[in-house]
């Protein structure tokens, strides 16, 4: 992932398509029965890394219907960019409040470029992106990968690093053992591994959710690394946290409340995201099937930000120090940066105390007794 450029010359490319991309998603759609509404609440816009909502990050429009964002005084505006340089960016510039990035894209930005910006929620608590097969595939173990075509995003893909640190991690060489191939995304790179094209693809728990739901039987391949490697989170500058932390206390911990409810009623969840983001209610599609289909991309990616149980142990938002450290060395090994880097250059666990601070039982039990009703 290339670091970010410094200087007005890259705003003046990104701000203007994020201008485009805020015009056109707004808030996301207004729900009928979204309890957004109110006096004195304080607008909070987030750059979310994603083309468009989907169901994986379904949290945020549960967050908005119920009220999360508005009992803690907040009224979140969402806006959608293209990667995690671009919504980085747009919070550095000063038109977003919060991002939504990976790590791989904030850390070269904080460590080479001395960015303002830190991690303050741990979102996806395990790794998103994975290697995976077809189920019918000869590739059964790690050693099964040497001289196999492996498909990525892009030649540029940051999962590439991921990949090559995963093969490492299982003691082969990505340089001798195996072949990376541009493969694009969704239907694309899901022909390119049916076709044969590849053997292999290194994508996001999305995509691959998107192929089950054209009818492919994948199998992953993880690893204790990518448990370690956190993946998205939340990011915002130093500055605005030190000024405004009850804003950071109450979009995290109504986060931390939309996916304990998110996991108790996933149907639920779904519902609501129709209703505030209109768009994703897609019209033709069966509904049945547009449940299905939704259902199985809010699953894979309920199990990365469930990973290490956070609700149990109260610890939403938290960033362990050896998963730090996991970035660290992996950051280092990939020439991401020159050097180890220190947890307080990328991260923070200031306000976890404060996400944590609510009744999670509760929450689970008032979801699985409810009932949507638009």
Known sequence: MRPRRTGSVAFRIVLPALVVALAAAGCGGGGGNSQEDGENLRTVKVALSIKAMNSSFAAIPVARYLGYFKEEGLKVETTFTPGSTQAIQAVAAGQMDIAAPVPQSLIPDVVKNKSDQRMFFNWARSQVASLAVEDASPIRGWQDFKGKK???????????????????????????????????????????????????LMLFDSQYAAMENLGARIRYFNSPLSQQLFSTGFSAKQSFMKANPKVIEGFGRAMAKANVFTTANPEAAIKMMYEVYSKTNVPGVPEDKKMADNKRILALRTTHIMSGDPA????????????????????????LTPSAFKPEQFVTNEFVPAFNDFDSVQITNAAKNYRFGG
Request: without cysteine; charged residues 20%; hydrophobic residues 40%.
């Open 312 to 335: 149990g142990k109260k610890s939403w938002g938290s960033f362990p120090a050896a998963s730090v450290k996991a970035w660290s060395d992996f950051s280092v090994s990939t020439k």
């Open 150 to 200: 492996i498909g990525a995003q892009s030649l540029g893909s940051g999962t590439i690093p991921l990949a090559n640190a995963l093969l490492r991690e299982q003691g082969l060489d990505p340089a001798k053992d195996v072949r990376f191939v541009s493969v694009g995304l969704e239907a694309g790179a899901y022909h390119a591994l049916k076709s044969k094209r590849v053997d292999a």
